[in-house]
């Protein structure tokens, strides 16, 4: 019992402590964007399906909010009252927290998200145990950007940075494995007293985790720009409307992403859509299946005519769906 109470006295303690959070309350038609990604308040007014949808389920004042928040009850029990709780700006421990990870309208247009890093003078294997048990996990920036005149072969465009690691893990929770397909504006400073900073625009590289304890040991960011190939994961969409897949039929991955290009100024997908519709037990899924927004392609390295999604598969019963709506077909 005694460690419980120590253990609750210091999460109450720790989290009281994270001064940095900022706190709104918002409605959902006034900023769109922080209840879904990329979406502006054009495109609400293109639409009005979607405004009336965000008004029934989010309604009026509803506060888009990220993080764990501990009752109050609990924390007066552990002898923290609502003084103990007050933020500089006079908000109160519990109100609604921002979206930290959100940018501005032009970003949010661009599905993009922003994260935010630090220099680093710390190098070896000594000096990075030691950001990381501080929650600092070590990494760089490197890559080419011909917009900006860097070449990748000059060792000096490598940067050395230490991230926070609740930004890293902020954006995993919310991505997990996507986190790497995403393209991000990432926020350098010179240091914590640092407040203007440059930014970068980036794809997350080389995430690297312990191999027992799962914790993020290692991330790297690459320099992004138009003409830069990106790895898109595929989804598959209408799988109701696959006579294999609707029963007990499956798809074999081969490929789970798709190199593709980006063009300046479109937004970025997060995933591509595969259509499902009309799948049969057997079938071999290529390219020609995948929907490509419009501004968005396969590169060069991706051969339509060998690159294979995978083959469909099942049991019996995805195989007599096949047979069966074949025979329907011929009798018609």
């Not at 790895?231 to 007990?248: G, M």
Request: net charge negative; aromatic share 8%.
């Amino acid at each position: 019992m005694a460690s419980l109470r120590t253990s609750s006295r210091w999460i109450a303690r720790h989290l009281a402590s994270r001064r940095s959070l900022r706190y709104s309350s918002t409605d959902a038609l006034d900023e769109p964007g922080k209840f879904v990604s990329g979406l502006t308040k054009e495109k609400l007014q293109e639409n009005p399906g979607i405004a009336e949808f965000l008004k029934s389920n989010f309604g009026e004042g509803a506060a888009a909010q990220d993080g764990v928040t501990i009752p109050l009850e609990v924390l007066k029990e552990y002898g923290y009252d609502e003084s103990d709780l007050a933020a500089p700006d006079g908000k109160q421990y519990g109100d609604p927290r921002e979206d930290k990870g959100m940018g501005n309208e032009e970003q949010q247009a661009l599905n993009i998200r922003k994260v935010a890093t630090f220099l680093r003078e710390e190098q070896g294997t000594p000096a990075c145990d030691g950001l990381r048990e501080n929650f600092w996990i070590p990494g760089m920036l490197y890559g080419s950007d011909p917009t900006q005149g860097i070449i990748s072969t000059d060792k000096s465009t490598r940067v050395m940075l230490k991230t926070p690691w609740a930004e890293l893990q902020r954006e995993l929770d919310r991505y997990h494995r996507r986190f790497e397909s995403r393209v991000y504006d990432l926020t350098i400073y010179e240091d914590e007293s640092d407040v203007d900073g440059r930014t970068v625009r980036v794809l997350p590289r080389d995430v690297q985790r312990h191999p027992v304890q799962g914790k993020i040991y290692c991330a790297n960011f690459l320099r992004y720009h138009a003409g830069r190939p990106i790895k898109l994961p595929i989804v598959y969409i209408n799988k109701e409307e696959s006579p294999a897949l609707k029963r007990d039929g499956y798809i074999i991955p081969v490929n789970k992403h798709v190199e593709c290009l980006v063009e300046e100024g479109v937004p970025i997908p997060e995933a591509l859509e595969l259509e499902c519709s009309g799948l049969k037990l057997k079938d071999v899924i290529r390219l020609d299946r995948i929907i490509f927004p419009d501004g968005v392609r396969a590169s060069r390295r991706v051969n339509p005519e060998t690159f294979v999604v995978g083959p469909v598969a099942g049991g019996r019963g995805g195989a007599t769906a096949a047979d069966g709506e074949g025979a329907e077909d011929q009798a018609a």
